[in-house]
């Protein structure tokens, strides 16, 4: 049974590009956190999400980012035009039930050059 | 507004000595608490929780301690071992049904001297 993953690991965008962070939860779990991690800084929550829904976006920032976990595939989480603020580390987590204790992946690294 | 403190950026012990780790929380509404446990280049591993009917849970070398009234909890390990060494990271939540939203320290790593 694979853990959560995470692709791409790393990721190197150009400000103004479109950085895409895919996550593949646990198999049997349906409930998808997104976090962030800014440098010499703790997890930020950003969006809570079930098959088709989006529960709680209250930490995600206004314009540019949205996420999604569409009924089949991974649950994506979507950064337009990107600036130098979004260098951080992405980590998407999975539980069976919502409180039901999350599982993390080991994170996408975006670099925003 | 940080929630959820962890003071000490950095702690170094000694092979087999106890490690103890600190955090503090200013939000009276959080009612579980958990540690979780990170190495470079991979996501956080949960280690032990504790929710606020207890003052205590002990997992093997870990253990929690909580004191409510002080807004206040502590990891401990003991004997602590060099592969301890890592960032440690507080974490609180409010049990609010259908949605476990964490809100995390900023951590603290755990150096382990052999």
């Known amino acids: 049974n694979a853990g959560v993953m995470q692709n791409p690991r790393h990721l190197v965008r150009r400000r103004g590009q479109e950085a895409r962070l895919r996550c593949s939860p646990m198999k049997g779990h349906s409930h998808v956190y997104w976090y962030r991690q800014l440098p010499e800084e703790g997890l930020k929550f950003m969006v809570y999400?079930?098959?088709?829904?989006?529960?709680?976006e209250s930490g995600m920032p206004k314009e540019r980012f949205s996420a999604e976990f569409p009924k089949e595939g991974p649950s994506i989480l979507r950064i337009q035009q990107v600036v130098r603020g979004d260098s951080a580390a992405y980590f998407c987590a999975s539980s069976p039930k919502a409180d039901g204790g999350y599982t993390f992946g080991s994170g996408t690294r975006l670099t925003v050059v | 507004d940080q929630q959820v403190k962890q003071n000490s950026p950095s702690l170094s012990v000694q092979e087999g000595r106890i490690s103890i780790l600190n955090c503090d929380y200013t939000n009276s509404m959080f009612d579980y608490f958990l540690w979780y446990k990170k190495y470079p280049a991979e996501g956080p591993t949960f280690l032990i929780s504790?929710?606020?009917?207890?003052d205590k849970n002990e997992d093997g070398r870990f253990t929690v301690f909580l004191n409510k009234s002080a807004k206040h909890l502590s990891l401990h390990i003991v004997p602590s071992q060099p592969g301890d060494s890592a960032v440690y990271f507080c974490a609180a939540s409010t049990k609010d049904f259908g949605n476990e939203k964490l809100t995390f320290g900023t951590g603290t790593r755990l150096t382990i001297i052999p």
């Open positions: 999400l079930q098959k088709e829904n989006i529960i709680d």
């Open positions: 504790i929710s606020s009917i207890k």
